[in-house]
């Protein structure tokens, strides 16, 4: 089993910064995927940004020039430097992870609200 524990959550005002971390811990394979998710209130679950364990990323087009992914292999970690941040990035963020055989963990999710 892999778990994943997010931090990093909390208000901000419009056009601040937050930074997310991922500690993922167990049994981890090295060729993964880590992303961030979210999720609004009425929304369904969207995707955020992800990263390959090679380092390709992608993000969705919301959030491109604002949001950047990194991940430190050693460590087990991802993270997610959000940068100009809207009212519509409020919502609940979910760390997730995908091995190469296809098995998705999640984390606990921490909440990021922006508002002034």
């Known amino acids: 089993q892999v778990q994943l524990v997010e931090s990093g959550g909390g208000l901000v005002q419009p056009g601040g910064s937050l930074r997310l971390s991922c500690a993922a811990s167990g049994s981890i394979f090295s060729i993964n995927v880590m992303g961030w998710y979210r999720q609004a209130p009425g929304k369904e679950r969207e995707l955020v940004a992800d990263?390959?364990?090679?380092?390709?990323?992608n993000y969705a087009d919301s959030v491109k020039g604002r949001f950047t992914i990194s991940r430190d292999n050693a460590k087990n970690t991802a993270y997610l430097q959000m940068n100009s941040l809207k009212p519509e990035d409020t919502a609940v963020y979910y760390c997730n992870l995908r091995d190469f055989l296809k098995k998705a963990y999640w984390g606990q999710g921490t909440q990021v609200t922006v508002s002034s």
């Open positions: 990263s390959t364990w090679g380092g390709s990323t």
